[in-house]
């Protein structure tokens, strides 16, 4: 039976030097395993709020609202506890972690999710796979995770783990920014496998269409003001390709 993350009226704030700020205003979205949905939206309407809210980031409050993983409630999980459960995070931002050399982390983590260390044959093969498919030099395994990474061979090396670690649902946030055509066609191919696979349930948050070139959506959603303001097909994305985000700005409570 498939899984199904279920966000319900999810309200969340952040301290901010000016006090509390409410940023998620009532959020509902259903994705079940194995479907794609894209979350669009112009700068500070909520969408890398709600990644770091499913994620378990500290900094981000919940004000009311549920998330549920099978009827599981999420928000009363832990962030390890969140990954075993089958969620993931593609970070914008990845962070640098010195002295960790990818090798370590990845099989670290792969033991960590799955509650026993992989057969180190298998998981020899599979890294290795796994990062030629991705065009990463080898040499990568033996470097420090993130560290001297450019933008692009970050965003590669959070594919890698997606590819690697097999969640259930995997939050993408802004995985596209700073890519050019290539490392974006690369990183796109990746997803894709996962997804083709492992029937990975993905919510791949962007600005643009262009990643929805190659990662094809089941469902589109709008993002203004913390709440979803529209939602539909593919043919929304090119739609707001053509059309930008104004008519839900003037239009939004």
């Known amino acids: 039976m498939s899984s199904v993350l279920e966000i319900k009226n999810l309200q969340v704030s952040v301290e901010t030097d000016q006090g509390t700020k409410q940023i998620l205003r009532g959020v509902d979205l259903t994705i079940k395993q194995g479907e794609i949905h894209a979350v669009m939206g112009p700068n500070g309407s909520g969408k890398s709020t709600l990644a770091y809210t499913i994620a378990g980031h500290p900094k981000y409050i ?26 993931f995070l593609a970070m914008q931002y990845p962070v640098e972690i010195p002295g960790v050399t990818n090798t370590n982390f990845l099989r670290t983590a792969k033991t960590a999710i799955d509650g026993e260390a992989p057969a180190i044959r298998h998981w020899v093969k599979d890294v290795r796979t ?6 990463m030099d080898k040499s990568f395994a033996e470097r420090n995770v993130n560290e001297g990474f450019s933008g692009g061979e970050k965003k590669r090396n959070e594919i890698l783990q997606l590819e690697l670690l097999k969640p259930k649902f ?84």
């Open 62 to 87: 919940v004000d009311g609202g549920e998330i549920l993983l099978d009827g599981e409630d999420v928000l009363e999980m832990s962030v390890d506890e969140r990954a075993r459960a089958g969620l």
């Open 130 to 135: 796994a990062m030629d498919n991705l065009k």
């Open 170 to 253: 995997a939050v993408l946030d802004e995985t596209d920014s700073g890519l050019d055509v290539d490392a974006l066609k690369i990183v796109s191919e990746g997803v894709n496998r996962a997804h083709e696979t492992n029937e990975l349930g993905l919510l791949l948050i962007t600005h643009y269409t262009r990643i929805l070139r190659y990662i094809k959506p089941d469902f589109v959603h709008v993002f203004v003001e913390g709440k979803v303001a529209d939602q539909g097909g593919p043919e929304l994305a090119d739609r707001l390709e053509e059309e930008g985000y104004d008519r839900y700005l003037t239009t939004a409570v």
